[in-house]
């Protein structure tokens, strides 16, 4: 998946808007006003990520603290969260050995949590206009 995917992926989801908070170069999605993703390209000397993955695009998600352990351990691809939360984030690397199916479903998690924690009247605004199945995958 590269950069260009990912974008249009997180745009996909319901109600799903793009910002740009930190810049031209930086593409913050959120969800009822609450970031889910961020989308960026590494500097040319990697220092964000690790010089491996220099001038590379990443995505941040938000991710359940165990589960961020397991994919850190099965997936050179997927780090700490880069500038965000080391718990509850994680940046994964836009590269080919990363499989499309596993980081559009670490995008709909993170979507999906994000959802989780809406406050009530905002959760079931969406939970009526959507199905479950739409907003959980």
Same mark, same amino acid.
Request: with cysteine.
């Given at each position: 998946?590269?950069?260009?995917?990912?974008?249009?992926?997180?745009?996909?989801?319901?109600?799903?808007?793009?910002?740009?908070?930190?810049?031209?170069?930086?593409?913050?999605?959120?969800?009822?006003?609450?970031?889910?993703?961020?989308?960026?390209?590494?500097?040319?000397?990697?220092?964000?990520?690790?010089?491996?993955?220099?001038?590379?695009?990443?995505?941040?998600?938000?991710?359940?603290?165990?589960?961020?352990?397991? +994919?850190?351990?099965?997936?050179?691809?997927? +780090?700490?969260?880069?500038?965000?939360?080391?718990?509850?984030?994680?940046?994964?690397?836009?590269?080919?050995?990363?499989?499309?199916?596993?980081?559009?479903?670490?995008?709909?998690?993170?979507?999906?949590?994000?959802?989780?924690?809406?406050?009530?009247?905002?959760? +079931?605004?969406?939970?009526?206009?959507?199905?479950?199945?739409?907003?959980?995958?």
């Amino acid at each position: 998946m590269d950069f260009k995917q990912a974008e249009r992926y997180c745009l996909s989801l319901p109600e799903a808007t793009l910002e740009y908070p930190f810049g031209a170069d930086v593409s913050v999605f959120k969800i009822k006003n609450k970031m889910f993703a961020l989308l960026a390209t590494s500097g040319g000397t990697g220092k964000e990520l690790g010089t491996q993955f220099a001038g590379e695009a990443f995505i941040n998600l938000k991710c359940d603290p165990e589960e961020s352990f397991m +994919l850190r351990d099965i997936f050179p691809e997927v +780090l700490p969260g880069y500038h965000m939360s080391k718990k509850h984030w994680i940046s994964v690397v836009l590269i080919d050995s990363m499989p499309e199916k596993e980081i559009e479903r670490l995008i709909d998690r993170s979507y999906g949590l994000v959802v989780k924690g809406l406050k009530k009247a905002e959760r +079931l605004q969406l939970e009526l206009a959507y199905s479950p199945e739409q907003l959980y995958r």
